[in-house]
């Protein structure tokens, strides 16, 4: 037996061990908004310049402006503030009336960027006073323990124009060169690969050795011929 064989076999526990320590932290990569009762006094208002992250898709948005003595209005702030939001890990997203389809493919991150803000309904609960600070002014504001939204992340969806890559619903999309076609080639990534390896050009002997599209997918033996299934 090698010394670098050895080495492996010796360190894998503890590897194995962090990668299930690793896949147990939970993301909180969601928000949960509450309605709140705001205290603050609108004596002043206030006008601020937004500037979105992503400049090619989004313009920015300035505030109030005087220019050669005339004004023009911008972004202004409301006061005062309506809803209260925290991050939040969700699991077991499921149907609540039949038919049950599977929980599609999601793309987590503890940066999640853009959000869906859907409606929330949550039985129960109580009013709670909560201390906050932030740039318009330090009071003690009541969160109503009624929930009412729900903030998903959301990506935008991978064109055939775009290289290689998963779509946020683990579909590899996209384009290859050399007459290559973008396929999931771990469970985790797409890549480029040939024609050939699609596992509906695939022998039936050799489903095993197929990619499909979805990264969720195995090539597996259906109806005499390869196609790709769920697990």
């Avoid at 989004?58 to 702030?77: E, K, L």
């Avoid at 969160?143 to 579909?171: E, H, K, M, Y």
């Avoid at 007459?179 to 699609?198: E, I, K, M």
Wanted: proline share 9%.
């Amino acid at each position: 037996m090698t010394v670098m064989r050895l080495a492996f076999m010796l360190a894998a526990p503890l590897l194995l061990g962090s990668a299930r320590l690793a896949i147990a932290q939970p993301v909180f990569d969601h928000m949960t908004c509450f309605k709140i009762g705001d205290p603050v006094v609108p004596r002043v208002g206030y006008t601020m310049d937004v500037n979105p992250k992503e400049l090619d898709r989004f313009a920015p948005m300035p505030g109030d402006r005087v220019t050669g003595g005339v004004y023009s209005a911008g972004c202004q702030i409301v006061l005062p503030a309506k809803y209260f939001c925290i991050d939040v890990e969700v699991a077991n997203a499921r149907q609540t009336r039949a038919p049950y389809t599977a929980a599609s493919w999601l793309a987590a991150g503890p940066d999640p960027g853009d959000r869906l803000c859907y409606k929330l309904k949550c039985p129960g609960g109580r009013d709670v006073s909560y201390p906050v600070v932030d740039q318009f002014g330090t009071r003690t504001i009541k969160v109503r323990r009624q929930t009412a939204f729900l903030c998903t992340p959301a990506w935008r969806q991978v064109t055939d124009q775009d290289p290689c890559q998963s779509n946020a619903n683990g579909i590899c999309q996209g384009l290859c060169p050399d007459g290559n076609v973008c396929l999931g080639v771990t469970t985790q990534s797409c890549g480029c690969a040939p024609p050939a390896s699609q596992c509906g050009n695939m022998s039936s002997g050799m489903c095993g050795d197929g990619l499909c599209p979805g990264l969720w997918e195995f090539c597996g033996a259906t109806a005499g011929a390869c196609g790709c299934l769920h697990p």
